[in-house]
């Protein structure tokens, strides 16, 4: 689905076969990374209606960004008719009940010709979709990055920019490369921000921890669902810097985001020590994924109202 902003209004929209598209070589977002994306998920159901998951959530989401990148977004309708389009002409590729899920990706970019540093003229809207499996197979064994920081304050890290990505590549290619799966980034004061693409949660006893979205983590919303999960199965959830030494008094961690869901952490190294976690059967995460997934894929009833049908 592609549509092109014009006198301050996006276009009416053509679905078009997926391919190449012609670019500016001074388009903004190719010389000054002005763009924004977003992520989410139609699921099939038991008895095969499709599910899409809160998609007004990232619309909204998007609009805040454009705010911040200087770019002008789409309406909520606008997004959520472009996603709900994009999966419509691609229904036959939502896999089966338990066997993955169909991703969509909503682009946002400043098309328009700009040499000087300045927003730029035009704006693209792009929607597009692809079959999908789990993101993380397998156990998840994080190190705790001290040298590289994914955001700052008053940067962009409370957004989905383009430029928030390409800058975590070396540190995720230096942690696998020594045989971890992720990497878990602090701030300048070693407090606790986020995992490369997921937001972060620990638990110790009673409480669900979670750092604050204040500026530098971005806000997801398969965290802001978890959050309000937890409070319908009677947990409390407190958002509040957390110190790295508090890995070492956590029972369980684990990890949300729309392409993991809920993901428990194995285990979390932290100056050459490593500190494991519970994870599997009777754990918090793994009552909270069952929850979300439950939702999400039709198993249980969505007295939510989050889910939106696929007409």
């Known amino acids: 689905m592609n549509q092109v902003l014009i006198d301050q209004h996006f276009s009416q929209g053509t ?3 997926f391919g190449k598209i012609e670019m500016n070589p001074s388009s903004g977002i190719l010389n000054y990374g002005q763009g924004l994306f977003e992520g ?15 998609p007004e959530q990232n619309a909204m989401r998007m609009k805040v960004g454009a705010k911040r990148m200087c770019m002008q977004a789409p309406t909520v309708e606008q997004f959520v008719n472009a996603v709900k389009q994009t999966v419509h002409s691609n229904k036959r590729w939502v896999p089966p009940p338990g066997k993955g899920a169909m991703y969509i990706r909503p682009l946002l970019m400043g098309s328009g010709p700009v040499l000087g540093v300045a927003p730029a003229s035009e704006y693209t809207f792009i929607t597009y979709a692809s079959p999908v499996g789990n993101y993380h197979k ?6 705790v990055e001290e040298k590289f920081r994914r955001a700052i304050p008053g940067g962009t890290g409370e957004v989905k920019a383009v430029t928030n990505y ?8 230096e942690a696998k490369a020594k045989g971890f799966t992720d990497v878990l980034f602090l701030n300048a004061e070693k407090y606790i921000e986020e995992v490369s693409t997921t937001n972060i949660f620990l638990v110790k006893g009673n409480e669900i921890l979670t750092p604050p979205t204040s500026g530098t983590i971005l806000p997801g919303i398969t965290r802001k669902s978890i959050i309000e999960i937890t409070h319908v199965l009677g947990y409390q959830v407190k958002e509040r810097a957390i110190p790295v030494e508090e ?28 500190i494991a976690y519970k994870r599997g059967a009777g754990t918090v995460g793994q009552e909270l994924y069952e929850m979300l997934t439950g939702i999400q894929t039709g198993r249980i009833e969505d007295k939510m109202g989050w889910t939106v049908e696929l007409d």
């Open 247 to 274: 890995l070492f008094d956590a029972e369980e961690v684990f990890c949300t985001g729309t392409a993991v869901g809920v993901n428990s952490v194995n285990s979390i190294t932290y100056q050459d020590t490593r």
């Open 166 to 173: 390409a800058i975590i590549y070396k540190p995720i290619a």
């Open 138 to 143: 397998g156990v998840l064994n994080l190190i």
């Open 15 to 17: 679905l078009t076969p």
């Open 40 to 54: 989410l998920k139609a699921h099939r159901t038991a008895n095969g209606r499709i599910l899409l998951f809160r």
